[in-house]
């Protein structure tokens, strides 16, 4: 059974850090690209960031570039978002996902529960 | 970045209706597109991907279609379960964006 299991998440202050972290198991972690989608109280679905199998490339929202990293541990089955300078806009819950590509499309078909960033004084 | 517009924002529909939702891409995303379903306090679920396809497990009563930049989402037959939002997504680029979801609650 695939599974995809997020922690870290908590209460901090404007311009502290913080570090998220994935847990994935039941499929060949290395294989897939993973990313990182938040959502603010009430609010919808945005995309944050991307890894891609290796860890090679990354790719990142314009209001994240520069104070988030994502990286992955594929020995560890592992994704993480390091998350610096934050802001209190960057209060949500954010999921890790997973991408698959077929030829006819790419999607996420797995996604975790979520873990709560909640940045305030 | 392509910009996903969906509408209507919300709307109410009583079990046993036909329900369509429909999604507008700012530029041509070929058939990238799929659809996701949420409900409150859960991640989302994928629906439908590549604009027509259902994902596995997912009930008949979802389909999907269009192409280009315009596509739509429509739900046979409500059931009860199916009160939830639905977000439109992009996959034809990065940033892979979403709508701003349309939310199916109960009249």
């Known amino acids: 059974e695939v599974q995809l299991v997020e922690s870290g998440g908590g209460l901090v202050q404007p311009g502290g850090s913080l570090r998220l972290s994935c847990a994935a198991s039941g499929f060949t972690f290395s294989n897939y690209w993973l990313h990182w989608v938040r959502q603010a109280p009430g609010k919808g679905l945005v995309w944050v960031s991307r890894?891609?199998?290796?860890?090679?490339?990354?790719n990142y929202a314009d209001s994240v570039k520069g104070r988030f990293t994502i990286s992955r541990d594929n020995a560890e089955n592992t994704l993480y978002l390091q998350m610096n300078s934050l802001r209190a806009e960057d209060t949500a819950v954010y999921y890790c996902?997973?991408?698959?590509?077929?030829?006819?499309?790419?999607?996420?078909?797995?996604w975790g529960q979520g873990t709560l960033v909640t940045v305030s004084s | 970045d392509i910009q996903m517009t969906q509408s209507p924002s919300s709307l109410s529909a009583s079990v046993g209706d036909t329900v369509t939702i429909t999604c507008r891409a700012s530029q041509s995303i070929s058939s990238y597109l799929n659809w996701y379903q949420q409900k409150p306090g859960k991640a989302p679920m994928l629906l439908i991907y590549a604009a027509s396809s259902l994902q596995s497990g997912v009930p008949s009563r979802f389909s999907g279609s269009g192409s280009g930049t315009d596509f739509t989402l429509t739900i046979s037959s409500l059931q009860p379960e199916d009160f939830a939002t639905y977000y439109c997504q992009q996959s034809y680029s990065t940033p892979r964006t979403f709508g701003q979801g349309t939310k199916v609650e109960i009249k």
């Open positions: 996902a997973r991408e698959v590509t077929s030829s006819s499309g790419r999607s996420f078909d797995y």
């Open positions: 890894i891609s199998t290796d860890g090679s490339n990354t």
